[in-house]
């Protein structure tokens, strides 16, 4: 009978752990409200990234006087929106009122990651091709691989900045104080700061977010509509701007938004596919050239990604040529050799550590890509700097910009040389990664890391010994998996340490730091 | 006269949930959750049919748990593999993985501390592959497995026999082999306590039944990344695993060392992501099945407590799992360990 009572004791304290509720520990630095730094009140006078002329090409209607009877209006119905919160007003508040750049950064990065998986074959052995025109029908479009999350990043984060110079210049130009001095019975529920605050930099960054988002992933429309209009509302019932604030950031993001998208639709990305002729063609001059030529490892046999991308165009370098490495080691070479026989070793006994790094980096289908990884690193930085926007949006600025400079110069090089991987040229080579789908020379990851750690620890510059180590770590983690030799990994972090340092020669001479 | 039988319901042993699938930029996972639950289910359930036999003064339809003082110890092998998978409700196969197969060694063994109180362990090793593709296979000690079974029902009607049990199980990995590498990891990482409820039937002509109800709670389990998309992006090392609701019904035979059972189970996890179109399975994935299996168990007298298993099962239906066949055969070894002088028959 003992057991019987034991037993139900052990049943019941079952139940207990059964019934619990299981919980994840987030690892994210949370975006909440905080009191900026400082807030650079003279970044009107910076140099955009790209909209050299905003003060001629842009403009801002005069606001009306704060005395006058509508803005008056607008006061007390800003009072009025902000005196009584719902809990998810409230929520939206707090969310949207700590670091908008950053929120709409995290929110690219989910975009990115949910439309990065590359899409599956037909019956007929042929792969689909996403389509801009028709992003509906599968396979949808976009697929966000790595070098388009670079570029949507790049474009947000450009024109996020750009943006937001332009909301200073005019800021200072028209210096409407926030409402809360105007009329101290509005309470601001976020922290405060010393911006004017017409136009609304909250919108501003909305609008321009919106617009360029919807472009890059067209079926994700209604929820960035919807995530916009709560970022302007939180706006009204935080107490922080009124309505025509609000009015005139919007049509200020779109016009900026205009400007690069212009750029976006003509900047090479359309072709960057590339066709079955120019496969062949790449395919051929590789052979003619070097003695091999890059082979895809899937079944069926899918076209290489994006074999023309190193022909987009690029934001601070000045073209791929110049940032072109030479040729890795030749197969049959001795260094080839010990570089396969590493690769090999690390396959064949792998350590905890190895393992670990290969998985820590893989970024691979499903996730927010190498380019987004940069990016969460960038943010956790930026909030632990309790940056304002115009500064949060100039790192994401220069971070994304060598982000793309640096896919676009590796991509070209990955085609202009062709190299196979690993696991094509290594007799029975398995892998503990999968093998991506395009040239092994050089490495993406490692052309990418660099970059952005050159960027951040210019930034940043008390972190910049541990960006280079995340960098280094990060190229070799490509090796442990078995899908790049060393080569393509040294070489790479040198190229993409190169290109950071373009980026940050502009950065130098914007006046912000 | 030793009349060694084994309850062993196949299904249990089954690596049942490899979930494969691929991906341009490869990867995968294989979905072995429960298995170590359903491992110490089987070891249970082995062992305790086996002391039943056991004794000569009783017979086989007294009941299946092992007597004080008896240790069974078993040592299965099976090998199961799968060439197509559910992508979601979406059955495919995966010309980057081709074949997934997976074989299983498994040392588990029951002692019976008290007439109606078994102790249970197993310990498997497993090592998977794939004969397509370039990605590697994996293989190790999976996860430690230890339980505890009660006999809290004990019912003579007639010449049949009603019996029921309760069964505490918990499983942890014993190694640090990595889950997220599925459909190729052997196993799913998580420490599970399941809770499980046996109803057994026997009649005296050998004719049996056994239905079976059991739910897992599995904890968390730890990535080596601190991101993942599971319908939207988390930024965690951990991965939420869903509990596991499972059921399973077998009719048998078993008479003069001989037994033959049929058997019908259900997996069902509750909650979880679907692998979205052509994208990797996540551990945690919604990972659902029914299966088929036998299982052919014969001792032979002048081997006195050796006996040998053949058994085999076959996914039916599923979601986020692959259709896998298995095969398996082993051998059994039953012996008083202690408590002798109860035992005067064999």
């Not at chain 1, 987030?26 to 009191?35: C, G, R, S």
């Not at chain 1, 509906?136 to 388009?148: E, I, K, Q």
């Not at chain 2, 397509?132 to 230890?146: K, P, T, V």
């Amino acid at each position: 009978m003992k057991f019987k009572y034991i037993s139900l004791t052990i049943m019941a304290l079952s139940l207990m752990v059964f019934a619990c509720e299981k919980e994840l520990e987030i690892e994210l630095n949370q975006a909440d409200p905080y009191t900026f730094a400082n807030t650079d009140r003279n970044g009107g006078n910076w140099d955009p990234a790209f909209l050299d002329d905003f003060k001629t090409a842009l403009s801002v209607a005069s606001p009306a006087a704060t005395n006058s009877s509508s803005y008056q209006a607008e006061l007390a119905a800003l009072k009025t929106a902000s005196a009584n919160l719902t809990p998810d007003q409230e929520k939206a508040v707090n969310y949207w009122g700590g670091n908008a750049v950053v929120r709409w950064n995290e929110i690219a990065r989910e975009m990115a990651a949910k439309y990065n998986v590359p899409p599956a074959s037909n019956p007929d052995g042929t792969y689909g091709v996403p389509s801009a025109a028709n992003p509906g029908v599968y396979p949808f479009f976009p697929f966000a691989n790595p070098p388009y999350a670079a570029r949507a990043f790049a474009y947000l984060s450009a024109a996020q900045f750009d943006a937001l110079i332009a909301t200073w210049h005019f800021k200072e130009q028209f210096k409407r104080p926030a409402p809360s001095i105007t009329d101290p019975t509005i309470t601001l529920r976020l922290p405060k700061n010393d911006l004017p605050s017409y136009p609304s930099e909250d919108a501003v960054v909305a609008a321009v977010a919106t617009d360029l988002l919807i472009f890059l992933f067209p079926l994700e429309k209604d929820l960035i509509l919807a995530k916009a209009e709560e970022h302007r509302q939180s706006r009204l019932w935080a107490g922080a701007n009124t309505t025509s604030d609000l009015q005139a950031g919007d049509a200020l993001g779109k016009a900026v938004a205009a400007k690069f998208l212009a750029r976006a639709k003509s900047d090479g990305m359309g072709k960057a596919g590339g066709s079955k002729a120019i496969y062949d063609s790449l395919a051929n001059a590789a052979k003619q050239k070097w003695g091999w030529n890059w082979v895809s490892l899937e079944t069926p046999a899918r076209p290489g990604m994006l074999p023309m991308y190193g022909r987009v165009k690029p934001w601070c370098i000045p073209n791929v040529e110049t940032v072109r490495p030479g040729p890795p080691p030749l197969p049959g070479s001795p260094k080839f050799a010990g570089e396969a026989a590493e690769v090999k070793r690390w396959q064949e006994k792998p350590t905890a550590e190895s393992r670990r790094i290969a998985n820590f980096w893989a970024d691979g289908p499903s996730t927010y890509t190498p380019p987004g990884h940069w990016n969460r690193i960038a943010s956790d930085l930026i909030l632990q700097n309790k940056f304002n926007l115009l500064r949060t949006a100039r790192t994401f600025a220069y971070v994304n910009m060598s982000l793309q400079d640096a896919g676009i110069s590796c991509w070209d090089t990955k085609y202009h040389y062709h190299t196979p991987r690993p696991a094509t040229a290594i007799e029975g080579l398995k892998t503990l990664l999968g093998t991506p789908n395009f040239p092994s020379y050089t490495s993406g990851h490692s052309t990418f890391s660099a970059a952005a750690a050159t960027v951040l620890g210019y930034i940043f510059p008390d972190q910049a010994a541990k960006m280079e180590q995340f960098a280094k770590e990060a190229s070799e983690s490509r090796i442990y998996g078995g899908i790049h030799y060393r080569s393509d990994c040294e070489v790479g972090l040198q190229v993409g340490k190169k290109i950071g340092e373009y980026s940050n020669a502009v950065a130098k001479k914007d006046g912000a730091q | 006269m030793l009349k060694c039988c084994i309850l062993f319901n196949p299904s249990t042993f089954q690596p049942f949930n490899f979930s494969g699938f691929f991906h341009s930029l490869f990867n995968y996972f294989v979905v072995e959750k429960q298995r170590n639950v359903r491992l110490l289910a089987a070891v249970l359930t082995i062992c305790t049919m086996h002391l039943a036999t056991a004794s000569f003064a009783q017979t086989a339809t007294d009941g299946f748990i092992m007597e004080k003082g008896r240790i069974c110890i078993a040592l299965p092998y099976q090998s199961s593999s799968w060439t197509e998978y559910w992508e979601g409700t979406l059955k495919r196969e995966n010309l980057n993985l081709g074949e997934v197969k997976t074989q299983a060694l498994m040392p588990m063994a029951a002692v019976g501390i008290l007439n109606n109180l078994n102790v249970l362990v197993g310990l498997p090793f497993f090592k998977t592959s794939a004969s397509a593709g370039s990605m590697s296979g994996h293989q190790g000690i999976q996860d430690l497995a230890l339980g505890l079974k009660y006999r809290a029902l004990n019912l003579g009607l007639g010449e049949s026999k009603l019996e029921g049990f309760v069964t505490g199980m918990f499983s942890t990995p014993a190694s640090n082999y990595y889950p997220d590498f599925l459909p190729l990891s052997i196993g799913l990482g998580s420490t599970n306590l399941s809770a499980r409820g046996t109803l057994h039937y026997q009649s005296k002509m050998g004719l049996y039944g056994t239905a079976q109800l059991g739910w897992t709670r599995r904890s968390n389990i730890k990535l080596e990344r601190n991101y993942y998309y599971e319908n939207g992006g988390v930024y965690s090392s951990e991965m939420i695993m869903p509990n596991v609701l499972d059921y399973n019904a077998n009719l048998g035979f078993y008479k003069n060392g001989l037994r033959l059972e049929l058997g019908y189970s259900v997996m069902n996890t509750l909650g979880g992501p679907d692998i979205r179109r052509n994208d990797m399975p996540l551990p945690c994935a919604n990972m659902d099945l029914s299966s088929a299996s036998f299982l052919a168990q014969y001792y032979p007298k002048a081997l006195k407590g050796i006996g040998f298993m053949a058994m085999g099962s076959k996914v039916l239906e599923g979601r986020n799992v692959g259709q896998s066949t298995m095969l398996g055969g082993g051998i059994l070894y039953q012996f008083q360990a202690w408590n002798k002088a109860a035992k005067t028959e064999n």
